[in-house]
Nanobody, 127 residues
Framework: VQLVESGGDLVQAGGSLRLSCAAS???????????IGWFRQVPGKGREGVAS????????VYADFVKGRFTISSDNSQNMVFLQMHSLKPEDTAAYYC??????????????????WGQGTPVTVSA
């Protein structure tokens, strides 16, 4: 199983970015049998859950600090998940990771919930 994130960049505060996560190697169970979560981590701190989407029914969960600003979506035909980020703040600066999470997911996932991780993509928001 492989997850590859992309889309991280340097952006000014108030700007937008769209992160992508491409999953491969999921045969049985397949992509639709899992949730995909986005997490972020800054140096010296633990990896925190940002949002997740259940690929079987599209249920989404968001951390309070991104509600109304970030949107998670998926394209099951392409085994891809996206994180659209708007109104970015300097405190959103982090390495962003996607991860595979077994269903069901009813709350913001923690790093312990994930079974596979991508390598991360850096997001830097300048003031």
């Amino acid at each position: 199983v492989q997850l590859v994130e992309s889309g991280g960049d340097l952006v000014q505060a108030g700007g937008s970015l769209r992160l992508s996560c491409a999953a491969s190697g999921l045969t049985f169970p397949g992509f639709e049998d899992y949730a995909i979560g986005w997490f972020r981590q800054v140096p010296g701190k633990g990896r925190e859950g940002v949002a997740s989407i259940s690929n079987n029914d599209g249920t989404t969960v968001y951390a309070d600090f991104v509600k109304g600003r970030f949107t998670i979506s998926s394209d099951n035909s392409q085994n891809m998940v996206f994180l659209q980020m708007h109104s970015l703040k300097p405190e959103d600066t982090a390495a962003y990771y996607c991860a595979i999470i077994p269903l069901p997911v009813w709350e913001v996932p923690t790093y312990r919930d994930a079974v596979y991780w991508g390598q991360g993509t850096p997001v830097t928001v300048s003031a």
